[in-house]
């Protein structure tokens, strides 16, 4: 019918953008019950703990080198900024309160979620996604081993217990990066950095940087083991490229999912 | 057989992936405490059954009981249960990347019963020997041959000593005397244990070996059911094709396409190499 196309048209957008919103309410409840039924296992499952301590080695032991590089460049780079705008107003002696509350507060969480997304979150989702597609997620759930408590409940615990962690050494090496470029290199005073540093840090600082990376501990984990878990209902890719789309897409969602959540943290938190 | 092992009842049961239907109405009993085996061309849906009976695909019509249970309408728990009395070889092995040998055997033990490690540790030995890969305990799986990783499948599903035990092509790509071994080693475990075994094959040797009852599936439906005499002497015609190992008849040669050209080919191999002959 001719009438019919103008109609068509003026509505496949709104056709289009429904399908959108549908799609991700859909995707972002199925990510919460997945979220549920990772914490409900944690309590259910036998020998959880022995399974903890393997995840934590490799999600935080392993990670320790790569957190404090990344910690002590940082450290560095905001100190060497921050000290050059400072001297602009002769106020060099604030770096040291400049340097901790923006690693405490935003880059410490931010960046080690980042960090950990892409060295452990991306390896959770490829190890999942193989064992997805090589049948041996179906074997464990015909041995009476729930997937969830084995694979997924485990990696959420270490997750919880290495992020915060893992930031707090982030935090304490960012520190010591920034005396060692605005002090040691550049000249600033050693005294008055670690006074700004203690002064200026209160505890509401340092525990809205340990919620923010609690928040982002599950943020990440579940994202990337839900994205591994599913692998074989992806459209995009079957078989081994469905798991590298799935790690990409991991990757991409916990990253974005990392900074919309510290905004709506910090809104929050810091009011 | 009068023994208390249950029995597989399928019905009415329409298998197939995403609303597509694969194969239709099967309807058969699988006898408790015998040899069953599942036969059909590839690609004709063997292995769906399976992952239908044990509920790994949603099956799109129909029930199946094992025992008095119909495990589509089962509780959880008490699936969970019904889980552990049953052992599955899948057809690639399905063992654990991550755990080597040994502790893809002892898992379902660890997770399940309150043996010490030096009791679990004597079991997995025992069932690792009966499918001979007691050598092999701290290899990996990707560290096995094909036929090595499918009888490390089979140890690992006799591991509980299930009830019932449900093989995926178990001697595909082993030798022919492997298979024989583990054609024996079956039949051993049903007459000792009183297992209802289910095998999926296309290996009619095996089939002859071990089968006391024969489903055999094609064409979208159920082509057989009944024991393995009455089976053998059929005179359906693409049972018949089936059994004697025989081709479609044709008039006329299948391969109707030219020689590929060697003009065509990219690189100019002819230059390099000259004829492949003998001098
Ligand atoms: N995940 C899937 N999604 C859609 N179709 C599938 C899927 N897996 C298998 N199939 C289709 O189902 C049919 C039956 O597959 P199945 O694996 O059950 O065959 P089979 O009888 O076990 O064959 P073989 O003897 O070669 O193992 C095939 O035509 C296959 O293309
Ligand atoms: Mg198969």
Redesign the pocket.
């Known amino acids: 019918m001719p009438q019919s196309v103008p109609e068509k048209t003026i509505m496949q957008p709104f056709a289009f953008l429904g399908k959108v919103s549908l799609n991700i309410l859909g995707e972002a409840g199925a990510i919460c019950i997945f979220l549920f039924e990772a914490i409900l296992h944690v309590f259910s499952s036998l020998g959880i703990f022995t399974k903890t301590i393997k995840e934590l080695y490799f999600i935080g032991v392993r990670s320790i080198t790569v957190i404090s590089l990344i910690g002590l460049f940082t450290g560095m780079v905001v100190g060497l900024q921050t000290y050059y705008a400072l001297s602009k107003f002769g106020s060099e002696g604030f770096l040291g309160a400049a340097v901790a509350l923006s690693l405490v507060r935003e880059l410490g969480p931010v960046l080690t979620a980042i960090m950990l997304t892409g060295r452990a979150g991306s390896s959770m989702t490829a190890e999942i996604g193989v064992m997805r597609i090589s049948e041996q997620i179906d074997a464990l759930e015909l041995m009476d081993i729930n997937p969830m408590s084995y694979l997924v409940s485990p990696k959420l615990l270490a997750s919880l217990i290495s992020f915060p962690i893992l930031t707090a050494l982030f935090d304490l090496i960012g520190i010591a990066g920034g005396y060692l470029s605005g002090v040691a290199l550049l000249g600033g005073n050693s005294g008055v950095y670690f006074h700004r540093v203690c002064t200026s840090l209160s505890w509401e600082d340092i525990s809205a940087g340990f919620t923010k990376s609690i928040v982002f501990a599950v943020v990440v984990c579940i994202v990337c083991c839900f994205q591994g878990y599913f692998t ?1 209902f992806r459209k995009d890719g079957k078989g081994a490229e469905g798991v590298s789309q799935a790690t990409t897409t991991a990757v991409v969602m916990s990253c974005v999912m990392v900074l919309v959540t510290d905004y709506i943290l910090t809104s929050l938190l810091f009011q | 057989m009068t023994s208390s092992a249950p029995d597989i009842r399928i019905e009415n049961l329409t ?4 609303g ?1 239907p ?1 194969i239709e109405d099967i309807n058969a009993t699988l006898p408790g405490g015998g040899v069953s085996v599942i036969l ?12 239908n009976i044990l509920k790994l ?1 949603p099956a799109m019509g129909g029930s199946v009981y094992l025992g008095k249970h119909n495990i589509f309408t089962l509780k959880k728990k008490a699936f969970s249960c019904l889980k552990q009395r049953i052992g599955v070889l899948f ?1 690639d092995g399905a063992l654990l990347g991550a755990l080597n040998l040994f502790d893809n055997v002892a898992l379902p033990l660890r997770e399940h019963t309150k043996l010490k490690p030096a009791e679990i540790a004597e079991v997995v030995k025992a069932k690792l020997s009966l499918v001979g890969l007691e050598k092999f305990v701290d290899y990996f799986p990707n560290e096995l041959s094909g036929g090595m990783r499918k009888r490390a499948g089979l140890a690992r599903a006799m591991v509980m000593d299930p009830d019932i035990l449900f093989c ?2 178990p001697t ?1 790509g082993l030798d022919p005397i492997n298979s024989a071994e583990l054609d024996e080693l079956l039949l051993e475990l049903k007459k000792r244990f009183e297992m209802t075994i289910v095998v ?1 094959s ?1 290996d009619l040797a095996s089939m002859q070996a071990i089968a006391d009852y024969v489903l055999v ?1 094609g064409k979208g439906k159920t082509l057989f059911n009944g024991s393995k005499e009455s089976l053998m002497a059929t005179d359906d015609v693409y049972l018949r094709q089936f059994l004697d190992r025989k081709g479609e008849k044709r008039e006329s040669s299948r391969i109707t396409m030219p020689h590929l050209d060697p003009s065509v080919m990219r690189m100019d191999c002819n230059k390099l190499l000259g004829d492949l002959d003998n001098n």
């Open positions: 074989h | 298998i197939g992936y995403g597509k694969i059909g061309g590839s690609g004709c849906g063997k292995s769906t059954l399976l992952k695909n057809q995926d092509e595909s999926v296309h599936l």
